[in-house]
């Protein structure tokens, strides 16, 4: 689901954005978008209610990151018995104008996965980025 629409009280407010700046520590240049997700019908269905989805977009497309836009999905488990969400990981993927390069999930396993795999600098900023973010939604 679109960050700007699970902004919804300080505490996830303050979250997604210190999400946003400690992505931007790791790839300064980046531009972030918290509507990633078009809303129309067929965008919905693929939406996942419980994730919080924003996307980054770089200047231009980058060797070194084999795409131009990463999608960050952070993304939660929603336990029906007790009404509560779970922290579980972080889904990212890279993308280029031909469509995903490549995805790096610490849902699985911490691998990263994909036909055009960025350097190994930005796979190392990608882990950085996700062990943080791991301590701010385990606070």
């Known amino acids: 689901m679109n960050a700007s629409?699970?902004?919804k009280g300080l505490n996830i407010t303050t979250k997604i954005a210190s999400v946003v700046n400690l992505f931007k520590a790791q790839f300064p240049d980046v531009k972030a978008d918290l509507k990633p997700w078009k809303n129309d019908p067929d965008t919905r269905e693929l939406v996942d209610p419980d994730?919080?989805?924003i996307g980054f977009h770089f200047p231009?497309?980058?060797?070194?990151?084999?795409?131009?836009?990463?999608?960050?999905?952070?993304?939660?488990?929603?336990?029906?018995?007790?009404?509560?969400?779970?922290f579980i990981g972080l889904e990212t993927a890279g993308f280029s104008h031909v469509g995903q390069a490549w995805r790096f999930s610490t849902v699985e396993n911490w691998?990263?996965?994909?036909?055009?795999?960025?350097?190994?600098?930005?796979?190392?900023?990608?882990?950085?980025?996700?062990?943080?973010?791991?301590?701010?939604?385990?606070?």
């Open 111 to 139: 691998q990263l996965l994909g036909e055009h795999q960025p350097a190994t600098q930005v796979e190392d900023k990608l882990k950085i980025f996700s062990r943080q973010v791991f301590e701010l939604f385990s606070k």
């Open 51 to 53: 994730s919080i989805d």
């Open 5 to 7: 629409e699970r902004a």
């Open 60 to 86: 231009g497309w980058s060797p070194r990151l084999q795409c131009n836009s990463i999608l960050v999905q952070i993304r939660f488990y929603k336990d029906p018995l007790e009404e509560t969400e779970k």
